[in-house]
């Protein structure tokens, strides 16, 4: 049968997902294909979802968003990474920082050598080797060229979709208000043919993408994909999500901090922080997690916390039949790194460039597909290192997380770390050496031994170049304005 060219493209969902990829496709195919949104306004978006990684920075540029404009319109701070509070032990905290730690060299990388100082004496935190970090710590925050700082945001979710919704609506993306009650499947192939809305119309596509968050409505409830489910190793499976006034000024990123049975995020915007406790219910319940949320905010309630439930793992295939998923409808892993609304920008891009225009052939489905599972269970793997490489033993949730068996691949790197100093990545996944490194250490993962080649520089050197570079670092940081005086100068513009 001759493939049938892509014309139009339906979005179902206008959540942080679908005005994202109408943005991404509206941009890049104006004038070839067609793009159609259809959010109902009896369905709202789950309202969480705040806090980025630098990789969004990228999809902005690419679409020539420019940052000072979201910036002021979804009342944004900057984000320079996540402060991990009580993770390795009650007590302990670390920062894991969007930025390089140390320098690379080509012999080894820089935990290696800052390993060999400790043995030295040097009690240096690994953290005070990375500007971002030590910038973060001391709440400063500038874009410029020395230090250039790895960044992201923390914005409002619902003014983030509206700025997306008027910008994707200038490149011609015609949105359509409805709820849809029933997708029309083609008896021969299988494919989505259209979506009928509740006031009787259809709409037809060539290719859909199913952004209806936790729901699904096309992948899951019409094309009946299939979940993958992570629970076992991801048992977090609810969260309480309040926001509040400030009770100072706003920090240039993420706190998580941990409590008996999950943990909590704050997000400080210009305005306002976002809140939430995430918990495992199978180990807590309403109770637990409502008090220990209220005892542990600092500004002033806004409105009572909302529950919201979800299970984690992934779509067994993200693009099925002519049905892409993004967004929650293709899964959920854990808001602890802020990787879902990358996860829906990676997608937009990979399908930017696997775009079926011509017609979707099977062996770019599948490969899409193979790209997307490699993505997910690499980031899944860097989540779960984060419960699992714990000391707590303090209730039964730590003592699950800590004990559980987990994937592979991740416990093969943990050994390797733990017993070498090595640290592999692939190519193309997200968390690369200084994110794994940083979490292990700073859980208190320390590598037995650093590579041998560190002991060609003379042990006088290397206490000389990790004096000189944290030096340097803290020099760096101390020409950076608060991080609040930057947001008042860049949105002046
Ligand atoms: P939703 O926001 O749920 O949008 C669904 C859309 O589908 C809505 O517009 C709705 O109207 C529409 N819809 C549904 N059914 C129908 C129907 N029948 N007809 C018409 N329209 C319909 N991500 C991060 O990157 N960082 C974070 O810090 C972060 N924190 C999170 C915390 C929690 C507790 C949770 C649960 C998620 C978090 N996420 C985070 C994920 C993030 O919120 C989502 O990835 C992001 O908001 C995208 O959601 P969505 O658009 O897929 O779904």
Redesign the pocket.
């Known amino acids: 049968m001759p493939m049938q060219p892509v014309k139009h493209v339906v979005i179902?969902?206008?959540?942080?997902?679908?005005w994202l990829v109408a943005a991404g496709v509206g941009k890049m195919y104006q004038g070839r294909v067609r793009v159609t949104l259809?959010?109902?306004d009896d369905?709202?978006?789950?309202?969480?979802?705040?806090?980025?990684i630098p990789t969004m920075t990228a999809y902005h540029k690419l679409l020539e968003i420019p940052e000072a404009e979201v910036l002021k319109a979804t009342h944004a701070t900057f984000k320079l990474g996540i402060n991990f509070k009580n993770w390795g032990e009650i007590g302990e905290d670390y920062m894991h920082a969007f930025g390089q730690v140390g320098r690379v060299f080509w012999a080894g990388e820089f935990q290696h050598f800052w390993r060999r100082g400790r043995e030295l004496g040097l009690n240096v935190s690994f953290g005070d080797f990375c500007l971002e970090s030590v910038a973060a710590k001391r709440g400063v925050f500038a874009i410029t060229e020395n230090p250039a700082l790895n960044y992201a945001f923390h914005l409002d979710?619902g003014l983030y979709a509206l700025y997306l919704r008027n910008f994707s609506e200038a490149l011609g993306v015609v949105r359509h208000e409805?709820?849809?009650?029933h997708v029309e499947l083609d008896p021969n192939t299988g494919d989505i043919l259209g979506v009928r809305l509740a006031r009787g119309e259809t709409i037809n596509g060539d290719l859909f993408i199913d952004?209806?968050?936790?729901?699904a409505?096309l992948s899951e409830g019409a094309l009946k994909t299939g979940y993958e489910n992570w629970q076992h190793w991801l048992p977090c499976d609810s969260?309480l999500?309040v926001q509040t006034g400030r009770s100072g000024p706003a920090v240039p990123y993420t706190k998580a901090t941990a409590h008996g049975s999950g943990w909590q995020?704050q997000?400080p915007l210009q305005n306002r922080v976002g809140n939430?406790l995430?918990y495992a219910s199978q180990f807590a319940d309403r109770e637990w997690a409502d008090m220990t949320l209220r005892e542990n905010l600092s500004g002033p309630l806004r409105g009572e916390p909302r529950l919201?439930e979800?299970v984690t793992g992934r779509r067994k295939l993200i693009w099925n039949k002519n049905c892409i998923a993004?967004?929650?409808?293709s899964g959920?892993l854990e808001?602890l790194e802020?990787?879902?609304?990358?996860m829906?920008t990676s997608a937009v891009i990979r399908l930017l460039r696997l775009f079926p225009l011509r017609g979707i052939q099977p062996v770019v489905v599948k490969e899409f597909n193979r790209q997307s599972k490699e993505e997910a269970e690499g980031i899944r793997d860097f989540i779960i290192l984060h419960y699992h490489a714990t000391r707590r033993d303090d209730t039964p949730f730590w003592n699950y997380v800590r004990t559980m068996p987990v994937p592979d691949t991740l416990q093969h790197r943990i050994e390797m770390f733990r017993e070498s100093g090595m640290i592999y990545v692939g190519g193309d996944e997200l968390f690369r050496h200084n994110g794994w490194s940083q979490v292990m250490i700073g859980q208190g993962v320390i590598p037995k031994i650093y590579q041998p080649i560190v002991d060609n520089m003379p042990d006088k050197e290397i206490i000389e170049y990790l004096n000189g570079f944290k030096n340097h670092v803290a020099k760096s940081v101390s020409t950076l304005p608060p991080h609040e005086q930057f947001i008042k100068r860049y949105c002046a513009f």
Do not use: D, N, Y
């Not at 802020?338 to 990358?342: A, P, R």
């Open positions: 179902v969902g206008g959540g942080t997902a679908g259809i959010e109902s369905i709202p978006t789950v309202g969480v979802g705040e806090a980025t979710a409805g709820k849809v009650e952004c209806s968050g936790f729901r409505l969260a999500a995020w997000i939430g995430v919201i979800f993004m967004g929650l409808a959920f808001p802020s990787t879902s609304i990358h829906v």
